[in-house]
Nanobody, 128 residues
Framework: QVQLVESGGGSVQPGGSLRLSCQVS????????MAWFRQIPGHDREAVAA???????????SVKGRFTISRDGSPDNARNTLYLQMNSVKPEDTAMYYC??????????????????WGQGTQVTVSS
């Protein structure tokens, strides 16, 4: 069973940086597309960044050039981690951030409904 556990959230000032991590436990981690979504109360969950099994990445326009998604894995699947490096953060980046995993086609990689594995979320708050 796939389990995802996020960490790294917190409070940061505008212009600062944070790195979110998502520890993945799965025998077939390398076969899953991975993504970061975020959500604020009363709004739909929106895609922030995604990374396909071959390392191809996609970013929302609002974070392009500021955020970087990456994935790290080991041959024995003991250290499978998804990252989101957040630089030059803005108050509008404030949200609950979720990592997601699934066997998702590239053209649907920003579609939350295509992912069947989710973490519990980590809160990011950007304020001065």
């Amino acid at each position: 069973q796939v389990q995802l556990v996020e960490s790294g959230g917190g409070s940061v000032q505008p212009g600062g940086s944070l790195r979110l991590s998502c520890q993945v436990s799965s025998f077939t981690y390398s076969n899953f597309a991975m993504a970061w979504f975020r959500q604020i109360p009363g709004h739909d969950r929106e895609a922030v960044a995604a990374i396909d099994t071959d390392g191809t990445t996609k970013y929302a326009d609002s974070v392009k050039g500021r955020f970087t998604i990456s994935r790290d894995g080991s041959p024995d699947n003991a250290r499978n981690t998804l990252y989101l490096q957040m630089n030059s953060v803005k108050p509008e980046d404030t949200a609950m951030y979720y990592c997601a995993a699934g066997r998702v086609s590239w053209w649907l990689i920003f579609s939350a409904s295509e992912y069947n594995h989710w973490g519990q979320g980590t809160q990011v708050t950007v304020s001065s």
